[in-house]
């Protein structure tokens, strides 16, 4: 039977938002530096606790992207990505996040405000590496982000939105090396994405890029939505000897991707 005297637990509810996109050619992750308690004057994903109880969590989300760096969330599809409430995830006491994820192109610089001190875009391998730290769990919550983003490349034709048209194969190649930190044999990823019915439409153009034959030009097709799905191998080299091993990109998610990368130095 229920204890009659058993009242909810008090809990806080905040939001969060992993905003990605790509800057010279590497994966950047919008952050904020916290000009309050806890954590001042450490990096932070933007967020914060919603405004008032009428207001949504959506809605909380795309208010804070606009306070606290000045970006507007209406031009952006932002996904929800998942709840995080591990007990001690916040000194403040027990507050649950609910994570907003967005990747597009050619976003602005953003503007500091609210109790945000500073706002920049940082590479996200200043995060994997360990040399920048982040704020409560925001480090768990940015990889789960990246690894939603990769999958969206894998199965849609997002990819394509990073591109200026028309563009090449190898152009489109490397926003997949960007957002998937690896390197892709060249030869498999040509011969997958053409693969792909409607995911990208010759130009009848080419465009010399080196000294070999000139490369083809595209346009992003029709399909927003890959079937199959691109199933890529990526390029390891394996010790001194410069062994070069592929294995297929689908076998790289989650846990089994970053023990595979630990096993091998990528070049």
Request: with cysteine; hydrophobic share 40%.
């Amino acid at each position: 039977m229920p204890d009659a005297f058993w009242q909810p637990p008090s809990i806080l509810l905040a939001v969060d938002l992993v905003i990605l996109t790509l800057r010279s050619s590497k994966l950047h992750v919008l952050l904020v530096e916290r000009g309050i308690e806890p954590y001042k004057g450490e990096h932070a994903l933007p967020g914060g606790f919603l405004n008032n109880v009428d207001e949504g969590i959506l809605a909380a989300a795309q208010r804070e992207l606009r306070e606290e760096a000045n970006l507007d969330a209406s031009q952006l599809h932002l996904e929800q990505l998942g709840a995080y409430g591990d007990p001690g995830r916040d000194p403040r006491g027990r507050i649950v996040s609910v994570a907003y994820l967005a990747i597009a192109p050619g976003l602005p610089e953003p503007e500091a405000g609210a109790d945000a001190a500073g706002a920049s875009w940082k590479p996200v391998e200043e995060i994997d590496s360990g040399r920048l730290e982040l704020a409560f769990d925001h480090r768990w919550i940015l990889a789960d982000g990246i690894e939603r983003a990769r999958t969206k490349l894998e199965r849609s034709s997002l990819a394509t939105a990073f591109c200026n048209e028309p563009f090449t194969i190898a152009e489109l190649q490397q926003v997949y090396e960007a957002v998937w930190g690896v390197e892709l044999d060249p030869r498999n990823f040509y011969r997958k994405v053409q693969g792909v019915p409607g995911f990208i439409i010759p130009v009848g153009a080419e465009r010399r890029t080196t000294k070999g034959r000139p490369a083809r030009l595209f346009r992003r097709g029709p399909q927003t939505v890959l079937h199959p799905p691109l199933q890529l191998n990526l390029v390891l080299w394996a010790g001194r000897g410069g062994l070069r091993v592929m294995i297929p990109l689908s076998l790289s998610s989650g846990n089994v991707r970053r023990d595979l990368l630990s096993a091998f130095a990528l070049t």
